[in-house]
């Protein structure tokens, strides 16, 4: 029965003339308490709640001009609606704030007893068996309830060709259940993170319901227990990503920093999947900038790039966070993008580090690097977990992102103490 689509469809369909009520999900916030009375009323959205919001706007900032906001009055949701507003480029947005899209749901009777019922029957079965029979203690018939909101939605969207409404799931997915676009119903088609469900108004009148899959979270109900923590090297695992003993060297020569950087970034992943060696790529490296250097002073390079990364800058605080985890029961791995030569060096200079782990792939090995999907795959084959099991720790926002496409969870890693911070924030 279900009826989706995606953000893009959906913003096809506001272009061709529909006018569009969209009732989002807030975005992720930190692990509820399951007796909290609140329904998590003081819970603030993650750091990660926070960008995915932000990026949801930017996607729909082509609207910013007329689109109109509503909120439950619960912190994450206000917030969400907030981070949206600042992702379309909107100032000093108004926010219309309204109980029944909160706890006082449309849909809840007595919120209490609904506390209650979820706590008896589990979350996920109380909800389903709710959108079967249509009631259940502590909730409205649902139909009825799904007549009062999509009324006070119609009010409140008046005039907006997008009105965005940052409610709960469990109210999506009831409203929609009620228009016949949801259910039955699985943990596994459950409304993520920043995920909605939209009413299309048409030119003729003629109306749409379909659950939106905006593809921002890989959550289902919540932060789901996370089981493996997968670690970069470079800028994880060492203290810095900068081969300074190399720029010492180029310095030295007067060499213009610029045309390294420039190489590196043309050359660097050819290299990292063992398709060319590292002097391969110095070699394609000094050809662009038309340098000609001494085999001695060339192989000196050589050697420095080495050890910028091997020698001196191991990251201790990162070893002893892997400790930690380790023995708090999750699994470990370690995925970095790295040429077959270094290798060796790494196995012996990082020892204490890789016998933490449980999985291991490094990419010149297998001819694949970050953020290639199916480096991310065969980590995980390897962990043998699923991906919204896994987390990513890496420096790099692109690998973050590479890692989150294949359904894993990422925290980018800007120093040891933010990382920690985010990362237990999220999963606790």
């Known amino acids: 029965m279900n009826t989706e689509i995606t953000i893009e469809e959906l913003k096809e369909e506001i272009r061709a003339g529909a006018r569009a009520i969209l009732q989002v999900r807030h975005a992720e916030r930190p692990k509820m308490d399951p007796d909290d009375q609140t329904f998590g009323d003081a819970l603030h959205l993650t750091r990660e709640g926070k960008r995915t919001a932000k990026l949801l ?38 926010i219309i704030v309204d109980e029944q899209l909160g706890n006082k749901s449309f849909f809840y009777d007595n919120p209490l007893q609904v506390l209650q019922v979820f706590k008896e029957k589990e979350f996920f079965k109380a909800c389903f068996e709710y959108f079967k029979v249509g009631r259940l203690p502590g909730f409205r018939e649902i ?36 228009r016949g676009a949801y259910g039955p119903g699985s943990r596994k088609d459950w409304v993520r993170f920043l995920d909605g469900g939209v009413t299309l108004i048409y030119p003729d009148g003629s109306r749409r319901y379909a659950l939106v899959r905006t593809g921002l979270s890989h959550g289902i109900c919540g932060v789901r227990p996370t089981k493996g923590v997968v670690f970069d090297f470079g800028g994880v695992m060492t203290t810095t990503t900068m081969p300074s003993r190399v720029r ?35 070699s394609l490296i000094w050809a662009d900038a038309d340098i000609d250097l001494p085999r001695d002073v060339r192989e000196k390079i050589l050697d420095e790039d080495y050890a910028s ?14 400790r930690t985890l380790k023995a708090e029961g999750f699994k470990i791995g370690i995925l970095t993008n790295m040429p077959p030569s270094m290798a060796p ?5 990082f020892a204490d580090f890789i016998e933490l782990a449980d999985a291991m792939v490094i990419s010149g ?11 991310y795959d065969l980590l995980r084959e390897r962990i043998a977990l699923e991906p919204d099991e896994l987390c990513f720790i890496d ?4 690998n973050c992102e590479g890692a989150r496409r294949s359904g894993w969870h990422a925290v980018r890693f800007i120093d040891n103490d933010q990382v920690e911070r985010d990362f237990r924030e999220r999963f606790g």
């Open 143 to 178: 139909h009825g309830a799904a007549d009062a909101c999509e009324r006070w939605l119609d009010e409140h969207a008046v005039g907006h060709r997008l009105f965005v409404a940052v409610t709960h799931d469990c109210y999506i997915t009831a409203f929609l259940n009620a």
């Open 57 to 94: 706007g930017e996607s729909l900032a082509e609207f910013a001009d007329d689109v109109g906001f509503a909120s439950s009055p619960l912190t994450r949701t206000r917030e969400t609606a907030a981070c949206i507003a600042e992702g379309m480029g909107i100032n000093g947005v108004t």
């Open 248 to 282: 010492k060297v180029t310095d030295e020569l007067g060499i213009e920093w610029a045309d390294l950087e420039r190489g590196f970034a043309r050359y660097r992943r050819l290299m990292d999947g063992g398709f060319i060696t590292v002097d391969d790529l110095y």
């Open 309 to 322: 990364f091997m020698e001196g800058y191991r990251n201790l605080r990162t070893l002893e966070w892997m």
């Open 365 to 375: 090995e297998e001819r694949m690097f970050k953020p290639q999907r199916r480096i």
């Open 395 to 398: 420096d790099v926002e692109m």
């Open 345 to 349: 060096r790494f196995r012996k200079v």
